[in-house]
């Protein structure tokens, strides 16, 4: 007995290894980035030729990045409304609705899980030149709202889930309308999740590349900008300080998101009323 | 049972108003944005070109295209060999740090889930960006190696070669692997390993025999998600693969592009759907099979 409780210990330390290794493999080359962004040359290469802020000046008065970004900030918080949006009522209805119609609209919100981005992306550019929108922020809207849909879902509904059945029965026989059971009782109980679901709604917008490349008409977002700066090795250093500003916030609205989902469903488990 | 009931009274007076109300933004996006849009592709694909937005005639010359050119059975089969690598580097990989957060990480376990799940949310396209840094002629690697002496001459070997696209989509994908494998070695009850070695079971054969087939599930969920985005990638064969690591995401766009043919992309993707439509119901007899046996 001891000797295999030293055995799975001894396991434990070796797979705690694995697993600094596997963290460093997964953040090293992104963390380049950072490094190269401060770096006082042109080529991303070692040994580094020192430290300079150049890079991070040059975004500043560049009309065509600021428009990227306005542009990418307008539709992410529009389009992450919209999926959380539906990722509130879909899975509502899908938990409280009992109707068939409910968990299939359900289980279609969560399939684009199975369809690769480039198909979504075709099928949306035909659909929206059908009916006449055309490659616009309007369409780059629904496609997002599309590709945030799945996470939206999963995150809301596992937050109703939790939320004890009890709760619900307790406002309905006290009279309560499914309107106000809705307004006032299981939407506050869940509004860290509405807040996380809205958070990463906004990131898979924000950051998405696939989908908007087909949807895009002139006013290009901020991936799409970095995309275009790429073919141009000159601009390569701008683009390592404005994906580290990205990293940076990316990083704050995912911990945050996160942290809200968790002190969410903590606060549910102990405290069920 | 009871509850059941009395939930059974206060669900009759429900308002129709409310129930449109709550269902309408999600009708409204999986019925137009999901099953219209993709309905339109498969209407698309049966069509030929003119150059109008959505064909001309009733054809499947498309598909004897995409069946009988050599060209799309190579590309096709390429995607399939980059996304199968993609998959099994990912989930054997990522296998261990899930069984780690399972069942050894303790205290710790809430700061590593989020710190493997963290990159998950961070720009795809950077992410692959960086392993261009990485790989590149005058890049970090081939700039290390020279530094420490093992290489004098910057190689070509690593950019642009499929290679890179394995590597470059493992790392991007490697997030989504271990959530689904965590979250199926969690629920394995414990009383399941001590069962195991109160009858005498090595600490090996209780894994291989025990742990093993009740996580694959979460193993064939990982594998979905993963080899789904990347059998359709387009991004990292563009920036990392070279000529020669060409997938048949790459060629759906070129033909809503450069090539313009809609209804010949259109029956790509119809063929690319297909594909995977196959893996899941692989995946979903496999998952029957090993469901089975729990």
Same mark, same amino acid.
Request: aromatic share 10%; with cysteine.
């Given at each position: 007995?001891?000797?295999?409780?030293?055995?799975?210990?001894?396991?434990?330390?070796?797979?705690?290894?694995?697993?600094?290794?596997?963290?460093?493999?997964?953040?090293?080359?992104?963390?380049?980035?950072?490094?190269?962004?401060?770096?006082?040359?042109?080529?991303?290469?070692?040994?580094?030729?020192?430290?300079?802020?150049?890079?991070?000046?040059?975004?500043?008065?560049?009309?065509?990045?600021?428009?990227?970004?306005?542009?990418?900030?307008?539709?992410?918080?529009?389009?992450?409304?919209?999926?959380?949006?539906?990722?509130?009522?879909?899975?509502?209805?899908?938990?409280?609705?009992?109707?068939?119609?409910?968990?299939?609209?359900?289980?279609?919100?969560?399939?684009?899980?199975?369809?690769?981005?480039?198909?979504?992306?075709?099928?949306?550019?035909?659909?929206?030149?059908?009916?006449?929108?055309?490659?616009?922020?309007?369409?780059?809207?629904?496609?997002?709202?599309?590709?945030?849909?799945?996470?939206?879902?999963?995150?809301?509904?596992?937050?109703?889930?939790?939320?004890?059945?009890?709760?619900?029965?307790?406002?309905?026989?006290?009279?309560?309308?499914?309107?106000?059971?809705?307004?006032?009782?299981?939407?506050?109980?869940?509004?860290?999740?509405?807040?996380?679901?809205?958070?990463?709604?906004?990131?898979?917008?924000?950051?998405?590349?696939?989908?908007?490349?087909?949807?895009?008409?002139?006013?290009?977002?901020?991936?799409?900008?970095?995309?275009?700066?790429?073919?141009?090795?000159?601009?390569?250093?701008?683009?390592?300080?404005?994906?580290?500003?990205?990293?940076?916030?990316?990083?704050?609205?995912?911990?945050?998101?996160?942290?809200?989902?968790?002190?969410?469903?903590?606060?549910?488990?102990?405290?069920?009323? | 049972?009871?509850?059941?009931?009395?939930?059974?009274?206060?669900?009759?007076?429900?308002?129709?108003?409310?129930?449109?109300?709550?269902?309408?933004?999600?009708?409204?996006?999986?019925?137009?944005?999901?099953?219209?849009?993709?309905?339109?592709?498969?209407?698309?694909?049966?069509?030929?070109?003119?150059?109008?937005?959505?064909?001309?005639?009733?054809?499947?010359?498309?598909?004897?295209?995409?069946?009988?050119?050599?060209?799309?059975?190579?590309?096709?089969?390429?995607?399939?060999?980059?996304?199968?690598?993609?998959?099994?580097?990912?989930?054997?990989?990522?296998?261990?740090?899930?069984?780690?957060?399972?069942?050894?990480?303790?205290?710790?376990?809430?700061?590593?889930?989020?710190?493997?799940?963290?990159?998950?949310?961070?720009?795809?396209?950077?992410?692959?960006?960086?392993?261009?840094?990485?790989? !590149?002629?005058? %890049?970090?690697?081939? @700039?290390?190696? &020279?530094?420490?002496? #093992?290489? *004098?001459?910057?190689?070509? +070997?690593?950019?642009?070669?499929?290679?890179?696209?394995?590597?470059?989509?493992?790392?991007?994908?490697?997030?989504?692997?271990?959530?689904?494998?965590?979250?199926?070695?969690?629920?394995?009850?414990?009383?399941?390993?001590?069962?195991?070695?109160?009858?005498?079971?090595?600490?090996?054969?209780?894994?291989?025999?025990?742990?093993?087939?009740?996580?694959?599930?979460?193993?064939?969920?990982?594998?979905?998600?993963?080899?789904?985005?990347?059998?359709?990638?387009?991004?990292?064969? !563009?920036?990392? %693969?070279?000529?020669? @690591?060409?997938? &048949?995401?790459?060629? #759906?766009? *070129?033909?809503?592009?450069? +090539?313009?043919?809609?209804?010949?992309?259109?029956?790509?993707?119809?063929?690319?759907?297909?594909?995977?439509?196959?893996?899941?119901?692989?995946?979903?007899?496999?998952?029957?099979?090993?469901?089975?046996?729990?």
């Amino acid at each position: 007995m001891k000797a295999e409780r030293a055995g799975t210990k001894r396991d434990g330390r070796w797979l705690g290894l694995y697993v600094l290794a596997y963290l460093v493999f997964l953040y090293l080359p992104v963390l380049l980035i950072p490094l190269f962004s401060f770096n006082d040359s042109i080529q991303a290469a070692f040994p580094l030729q020192g430290f300079t802020l150049q890079w991070y000046e040059t975004l500043y008065g560049n009309p065509a990045l600021s428009g990227a970004l306005v542009n990418s900030l307008v539709i992410g918080a529009i389009a992450a409304s919209g999926a959380t949006l539906c990722g509130i009522t879909v899975s509502y209805m899908d938990l409280y609705g009992r109707s068939p119609l409910a968990a299939t609209i359900s289980a279609i919100a969560r399939l684009p899980i199975l369809i690769p981005g480039v198909i979504v992306g075709i099928s949306l550019l035909i659909l929206i030149n059908l009916i006449g929108l055309g490659p616009s922020r309007v369409a780059i809207v629904l496609g997002h709202i599309l590709v945030a849909l799945p996470t939206t879902v999963v995150v809301m509904r596992s937050r109703f889930a939790a939320i004890p059945r009890s709760v619900r029965e307790a406002a309905l026989d006290l009279g309560a309308s499914d309107w106000t059971t809705f307004r006032r009782v299981m939407l506050p109980l869940s509004l860290p999740a509405v807040l996380s679901a809205f958070m990463l709604a906004f990131l898979i917008s924000f950051d998405e590349f696939i989908v908007v490349f087909f949807l895009a008409g002139t006013e290009p977002t901020l991936p799409l900008y970095i995309w275009s700066q790429l073919r141009f090795p000159r601009s390569l250093p701008t683009v390592m300080a404005l994906g580290t500003v990205i990293l940076a916030v990316s990083f704050i609205i995912a911990g945050t998101a996160e942290f809200l989902r968790h002190r969410g469903l903590g606060a549910a488990r102990r405290n069920p009323a | 049972m009871s509850t059941l009931v009395a939930a059974e009274v206060p669900e009759s007076r429900s308002s129709s108003g409310f129930r449109f109300a709550m269902l309408l933004p999600g009708a409204l996006v999986t019925f137009l944005l999901i099953l219209f849009a993709l309905g339109l592709v498969l209407f698309l694909a049966f069509r030929g070109n003119d150059g109008s937005l959505l064909g001309v005639g009733l054809t499947v010359e498309n598909f004897v295209t995409v069946a009988t050119d050599p060209l799309y059975w190579t590309v096709t089969l390429r995607s399939l060999v980059i996304a199968g690598l993609v998959t099994l580097a990912t989930v054997v990989t990522a296998y261990p740090v899930a069984y780690y957060l399972a069942f050894h990480a303790g205290r710790r376990r809430g700061l590593l889930l989020f710190l493997v799940t963290l990159p998950f949310w961070t720009s795809y396209l950077l992410r692959v960006f960086a392993w261009k840094i990485v790989l !590149a002629y005058n %890049g970090v690697l081939n @700039s290390a190696l &020279i530094e420490s002496g #093992i290489w *004098s001459e910057p190689t070509l +070997a690593f950019l642009n070669t499929p290679a890179a696209v394995v590597v470059t989509l493992a790392h991007a994908y490697a997030p989504f692997a271990i959530l689904p494998i965590y979250v199926a070695l969690d629920t394995i009850p414990k009383s399941l390993l001590e069962a195991a070695s109160d009858l005498g079971a090595r600490p090996f054969t209780a894994f291989r025999r025990v742990v093993l087939p009740n996580s694959m599930p979460g193993v064939l969920a990982a594998a979905l998600v993963v080899f789904v985005p990347t059998v359709g990638d387009y991004v990292t064969p !563009a920036m990392v %693969g070279g000529p020669a @690591s060409t997938m &048949i995401g790459t060629l #759906i766009q *070129s033909q809503f592009g450069k +090539a313009n043919d809609w209804p010949f992309g259109a029956a790509l993707s119809v063929c690319v759907m297909l594909v995977i439509l196959v893996v899941v119901l692989v995946a979903r007899g496999a998952d029957r099979r090993f469901g089975s046996r729990t």
